[in-house]
């Protein structure tokens, strides 16, 4: 007892540090974030050492089992060094915002003649018209003046339903004769018949903000920034997020991405373009000759391009645009397959992070797509590990006592899940983003290998948007794999309860249970995302502003472009179900009353009372129309997380896991 008490001793300072630490600090300061890692850079080390020399090296040459634990050591290795890079990134932070304040007020400050021309360009291949029709309206209503504004449809599928369209916003409508290289060639085209002093490049489906210019613009103040990227915020739920039934209370998964680890990497001068939702500096486009084509993701070429001839990119987290996350499975991976083959891409190209010239050895380190390489062989490796052991008998490490184990990995976890906690409070839960993480690895691993035998093999793909996800249907591939791996451990695991069939050696088996048992726990949850659940294309905002219909007034709840969910007092009474919604800063609304249903609401300061919620469907046209879309879709409301309901999101999955359809939200 004695024994494993002190074999705890390691993660109780852990645990300590954390609590006497970071978790009374800002994780906004650059300062509490070095040592913050720095310590547990140290932890891992210290567990790496004790990996090498007391489990690998000592393990006799034994056959097969031998190359094994060489072969779980390596891979550990290459864990080991994303992690390092993950620390060493994450240790600075930075916040453009009142940086943007400042260079704002002066830039703004000059007579608005003597403010830069701004094209925007919305590259668009076969979005509808309800999708475009946001970007466009959204890009028109931007506050900028209108004499030094234009805005570019770059239309690779030359329709003329979209020609016509264009014309009746004037805005511009570009095509041309071929499709030649996607979507670096169209934008390239774009440049031709343009000529602002910048490009501003929202894909078809991302609609900007109305201030989005008066943000980005000033910090081109510097010379020798090529572009500025913003944070990319959708209004709809990724595939994630719906089939596990966390709309409303998990934050789709990019946030990691864009909220914590982008502004790190601006710390570091390492930031990179990420396409949409970008603005970039024409002459900087001129130096490197045009967006580049080599690669199927033509925005990071771009950025490491402009550092090849010392141009900078700068990240500005705020929220200037919203867009639509993928719709479903099949568009999900369409993105993540192109992010991760251009990514592997870039270490074939002249301009890349091997040979591109101009570039530090940290900035080439940094560029490595270390992350497509490694996450997902280190995922499947978590899973083989005890299927192998319960199996076969193969022993992953040279074994000598469950309290070694327990002294040198179980701090190592604990510092990283709770370094994960306190540096991503809202966009992390060990156990959801370890199961999105294993949903990923069966179709994302393959790709990962394809691209580094043929990493030009695979064309250009556009991410399907607009299409919905309207019925119900499973990814049977990823589910394959899931339940296989699922059916082979737990199997494992009963096998080796009869001592006859059991192939585990006594001192490693309790590890290998609980690391199984975590493994299928793991893998049910990725199995709930194989199961897609229908969703409407356009979903409502959640508001709470006053409203009137007819004359009774009440609380407009949610809002949508053909549809107002309104609460009125219990006794409210209408007399048709034609009745006219009345909302600020437009002329009352016909909309048709479809369905009433009944709640509890705050109505007033006296407390809770019960409300009809009126559900009022509108059609709208023309200028009312673009006017709705403004008012939605152009910076008052989001669809944002603010913070994670851990006992929601637990409550959901279970319910979830029982075949529901609908969970509860945060209100």
Known sequence: MVQYLLALAPTFLVMA???????????????????????????????????????????PYDGINFYWVWLVFIVEMLAFTEVVLFLVLMSRYVNRSSEADELGTIFFSRDERELPT??????????????????????????????????????????????????????IHVTRGNNAHAKAGNMNNG??????????????DFVPYRHFLRRTLPFFSDENIGIVQTPQHFFNADPVQTNLGLENIWPDEQRLFFDEIAPSRDGWDVSFCCGSCSIARRKAIDVIGGFPTESITEDLLTTLSMLNRGYKTRYLNERLSMGLAAENLTGYFVQRERWCQGG???????????????????????????SWLVQYLVRLMILVIPIVYLWFGLLPLYFTDVADYVSYQVPLLTAYFLLMLW??????????????????????????????????????????????????????????WIASLIAITALGLLIDIVPETTQIQAQFSSIAVFWAGINIIVLVIASLICFEKPQRLFHAFKLDEPAIVDDVPGQLVSLALDKAVVAVPFDARFESKLVSLHLEGFAPL???????????????????????????????????????????YTGEYSQDIIDIDKVAVSVNLLLRSFGRTRGFSKT
């Open 17 to 59: 540090f954390f609590l006497l630490g970071p978790f009374n600090w800002s994780r906004h300061h650059s300062w509490t974030r070095t040592i913050t890692c720095g310590f547990v850079a140290a932890i891992a080390l210290r567990y790496l050492l004790w990996r090498l020399t007391q489990t690998v090296l000592p393990y």
């Open 118 to 171: 701004v094209d925007v360009f919305i590259p668009t291949y076969n979005e509808p018209l309800d999708v475009l029709e946001r970007t466009i309206v959204g890009a028109l209503s931007l506050d900028y003046p209108a004499d030094k504004l234009k805005v570019y449809v770059l239309d690779d599928q030359r329709r003329d339903w979209l020609k016509a369209f264009c014309e009746q916003k004037n805005v």
């Open 191 to 204: 440049l031709q018949v343009s000529s602002g002093e910048f490009v501003a490049v929202f894909d078809a």
């Open 344 to 370: 592997i891409q870039t270490l074939y190209l002249h301009n890349g992070p091997l040979r591109g010239p101009g570039l530090s050895l940290f900035q080439r380190i940094m560029f490595l797509p270390a």
């Open 423 to 480: 540096i991503t409070p809202t966009r992390y839960l060990p156990i959801i983003s370890s199961a999105v993480g294993t949903f990923a690895t069966f179709r994302m691993l393959p790709t990962v290998v394809s691209s580094l035998i043929r990493p030009f093999g695979k064309p250009f793909r556009v991410t399907p948007k607009g299409s919905g996800n309207e019925a119900n249907q499973f990814d049977r591939y990823t589910l394959g």
């Open 590 to 632: 016909k909309t048709e009353l479809k369905q009433v249903t009944q709640r509890r609401r705050s109505m007033s300061r006296s407390g809770d009372r019960q409300a009809y919620y009126l559900h009022l469907h509108f059609d709208l046209d023309g200028a009312i129309r673009d006017k709705m879309i403004v008012k939605l």
